[in-house]
């Protein structure tokens, strides 16, 4: 892994926890190297069924390392569309090829591809003094991780724009509201109410949790005919097993009960 992030499993949880507080989590490619190894492991383990990304100290993450930028101002542009598809970018297609949930917990400060990275995961849950910004503007930039892609999907392209096109800050309370974030919780609440759902969804029948993940991406790709035959066959295979005949059996036997 690396010094500044530090991956663990507990109770069907992979957490991966950005810890660079004294640069607000910024990344650097080391980071980065050891966030989308993280990802690899928890897309093949089978002791992991949900995964959870938060941050150290007071940010969430600040995007890349400005100071790590800046000695790289001489590069040439194929270089540098490079190293964005083989470092930064490597953690938006390596989640998209994990079809189990992944969770951000907002702790703090979110900027830039800071931002963009808690985007692309599937449910964002934020500290109640939590704020995010799209900063590219600031430092004459395009959002180069994914961003652009991520962030109109969940708030809409005109006000994915404003914000693009403004750098100004959102609390909470308003990224809830325009849904960039799924909830908010106070700060000292925020990780025991994440872990909550975490492990609860951890406990959930695998099979379905990872179809419904697949069958909601490929959905928004997809048109109704063809959503329609995938699910049926999901529906087909996830009738097949044991776990779902046991708990048809409880269920039925709780009504009898009651």
């Not at 650097?28 to 993280?38: K, L």
């Not at 101002?73 to 930064?88: I, N, S």
């Not at 989640?95 to 591809?113: F, Q, S």
Request: proline content about 3%; some cysteine; overall charge neutral.
């Amino acid at each position: 892994m690396s010094e500044h992030l530090k991956f663990s499993v507990e109770e069907g949880v992979g957490t991966i926890l950005l810890d660079r507080p004294e640069r607000m989590n910024a990344f650097t490619f080391e980071m980065i190297a050891a966030w989308t190894e993280a990802l690899q492991r928890c897309r093949t383990d089978p002791a992991v069924k949900v995964v959870v990304v938060t941050g150290a100290g007071e940010a969430f993450c600040s995007g890349g390392d400005i100071v790590e930028m800046g000695d790289r101002l001489g590069q040439k542009p194929a270089q540098r569309k490079a190293e964005l598809f083989e470092k930064v970018q490597r953690i938006p297609l390596t989640l998209e090829d994990i079809d189990k949930p992944v969770i951000a917990a907002l702790n703090g400060v979110a900027t830039g591809a800071g931002l963009d990275l808690a985007l692309m995961c599937d449910l964002r849950y934020a500290a109640r003094s939590a704020r995010f910004a799209e900063t590219y503007m600031k430092v004459g930039l395009v959002p180069g991780a994914g961003g652009a892609h991520f962030l109109p999907r969940l708030v809409g392209a005109s006000k994915a724009l404003e914000l693009f096109l403004t750098g100004d800050f959102v609390d909470a309370e308003e990224a809830q509201r325009i849904g960039m974030v799924n909830k908010v919780f106070d700060a000292d609440k925020l990780m025991d109410e994440v872990t909550a759902i975490a492990r609860r969804i951890a406990r959930a029948p695998e099979l379905p949790v990872r179809f419904i993940k697949r069958a909601i991406y490929q959905g928004l790709r997809s048109d109704l005919r063809t959503s329609l035959d995938l699910i049926s066959s999901h529906y087909a295979v996830v009738t097949s097993t044991d776990e779902h005949k046991a708990a048809v059996e409880r269920f039925i036997a709780g009504r009898g009960k009651g």
